[in-house]
Nanobody
Framework: QVQLVESGGGLVQAGGSLRLSCAAS????????MGWFLQAPGKEREFVAT????????DYVDSVKGRFTISRDNVKNSLYLQMSSLKPEDTAVYYC???????????????WGQGNQVTVSS
């Protein structure tokens, strides 16, 4: 009964900030690399960021480097995505995922949340 539940999304103006959270249960959280992905209407789910088991290594898609920060708290079994300087192009459903290694490929992740909408207005 693995569950990943995203929260923190909503409507924000361009240039603003949001922090997404992902609460994990039913798995040994510290044994998994975690990732964030986004999906816009009519498009494939795309990589955003990933983090290794203990948070010492991260990777980001170029379009969010310098604006987004992925982090985790293995005591709280939670994953976070701090999003700043938001742009209308960031509008999408954001998903958290758990896998065996911090990869960019969505097929490498075993468990997924239901997603959380982020809308950036211009």
């Amino acid at each position: 009964q693995v569950q990943l539940v995203e929260s923190g999304g909503g409507l924000v103006q361009a240039g603003g900030s949001l922090r997404l959270s992902c609460a994990a249960s039913g798995l040994t959280f510290s044994s998994y690399a975690m990732g964030w992905f986004l999906q816009a209407p009519g498009k494939e789910r795309e990589f955003v960021a990933t983090i290794n088991r203990f948070g010492g290594s991260t990777d980001y898609v170029d379009s969010v480097k310098g604006r987004f920060t992925i982090s985790r708290d293995n005591v709280k079994n939670s994953l976070y995505l701090q999003m700043s300087s938001l742009k209308p192009e960031d509008t999408a459903v954001y998903y958290c995922a758990a896998g065996n290694s911090p990869r960019r490929e969505k097929g490498k992740y075993d468990f997924w949340g239901q997603g959380n909408q982020v809308t950036v207005s211009s």
